[in-house]
């Protein structure tokens, strides 16, 4: 929510949807505290509506009147105050679900059961929220795979690289998620680092004082990243076009500080003694609304037909145009989706909300003998928290069959 202008529209249907849930969820928490007819009572019902009415009132202020920029520490006001809103519309869904349910109901009992189940679940999802505020953006998952090819050249037999991605800069307490990165990925000794975009929300400002930022990861073969969507600057309104460019100006720059080569529609050869492997970067290609940068043709431009070539894609969307081009791509590495930071992870399965917007939304996907991998980003956007959608630095380790 945060990136975006909000519409007056969406500013009405926003506190339309949370007074529902609040006048709905009512119900119940009044049956459940009916019991307590004391002052202690009468002030938590106070403290409900009294919140319920800060809470519109930031809505306003923060997206109606926009009293506060979106930058330096106004914006992190921004960002905690969605992340409160979601959980507090989160905490009042199945109290609203309870009041349903008891308007069928009749007799004091059953009604106050189905109540003490609403409250239960409620405090389960209060819980759960209040672990992705906190653990659920530190620790940072490792995972590893293997991937084998038949056009692998036999000198990049065990190439080893180190896939980031949406780093987002400007966020909430992410600051501190480099130094983590470092010592979690410190076993990995990969030969490549790459890191597909998003390094910020919107602005330049974010990367104050991150110079050098992916230094300290080593890695044989260098350290090389393509622009996000994010990265343009596209999500806030310049009062001019040349204010926006400058702004880009520093972006990009900033990369090159951070340590990392920037790929924008271009490509760089490896080689490893009389073989090559092509790294091969696109600018943001992106299905609508998300803007398309990218020119593929110009970026494999004089790459030999029959090299390996991995491509370096913030957006998944195009993979299946990847799939179908003239040209060979055996590997796309991706980022972009984020998980939609939360998801379920359970007994082998993996279920992401963001699996209702994108085909291509979390993890390994395999055509044709061809690959794509999705990481669901280190940083965080719009909301502070991950749910089940840890952030995860992967090592790929490629292997000729």
Not at 179 to 203: C, E
């Amino acid at each position: 929510m945060i990136m975006r202008s909000v519409s007056g529209d969406i500013i009405l249907i926003l506190l339309l949807a949370y007074w529902m849930f609040t006048l709905s969820a009512w119900p119940t928490l009044r049956n459940l505290i009916s019991r307590h007819r004391s002052s202690g009572g009468r002030i938590l019902s106070r403290f409900y509506f009294i919140l319920a009415i800060i809470q519109s009132g930031m809505l306003l202020l923060l997206y109606g009147w926009q009293v506060l920029p979106l930058h330096g520490t106004s914006f992190v006001l921004y960002f905690l105050f969605d992340g409160v809103l979601t959980t507090d519309m989160f905490i009042k869904l199945p109290l609203m679900m309870a009041s349903l349910f008891r308007f069928f109901l009749s007799g004091a009992y059953p009604r106050r059961v189905v109540s003490c189940m609403g409250a239960i679940l409620a405090t389960g999802f209060f819980l759960l929220f209040l672990w992705g505020f906190t653990g659920g953006i530190y620790l940072i998952k490792k995972k590893e795979i293997t991937l084998n090819f038949d056009t692998l050249p036999p000198a990049f037999d065990g190439f080893r690289i180190v896939h980031l991605s949406d780093l987002h800069l400007g966020s909430y307490r992410v600051r501190h998620l480099p130094k983590r990165m470092l010592r979690v990925s410190h076993a990995f000794s990969p030969d490549v680092i790459v890191f597909t975009g998003d390094l910020v929300n919107n602005h330049a400002w974010e990367t104050e004082g991150t110079d050098s930022l992916f230094v300290p990861f080593t890695a044989g073969s260098g350290r090389y990243a393509v622009l996000g969507n994010h990265d343009y600057g596209d999500y806030f309104r310049w009062q001019t076009q040349e204010a926006k460019a400058a702004n880009f100006r520093s972006i990009a720059e900033a990369f090159s500080r951070a340590g990392l080569k920037l790929l924008c529609n271009e490509s760089v050869c490896i080689t490893r003694e009389t073989d090559s492997l092509y790294l091969v970067g696109v600018e943001n290609w992106g299905n609508p609304p998300f803007p398309r940068y990218a020119d593929l043709q110009k970026a494999g431009t004089g790459i030999p037909g029959d090299a390996f070539r991995i491509l370096l894609s913030h957006d998944p969307a195009p993979w299946q145009e990847v799939i179908d081009s003239e040209a060979p791509y055996p590997l796309t590495l991706s980022g972009h989706t984020h998980g939609m930071q939360w998801g379920i992870r359970f007994a082998g399965l993996c279920f992401s909300s963001a699996a209702l917007f994108a085909k291509f939304w979390g993890g390994l996907y395999g055509k044709s003998g061809k690959y794509l991998y999705v990481n669901p980003g280190t940083g965080i956007i719009g909301m502070p928290f991950r749910i089940d959608m840890p952030p995860e630095i992967t090592l790929i380790t490629l292997r000729r069959n």
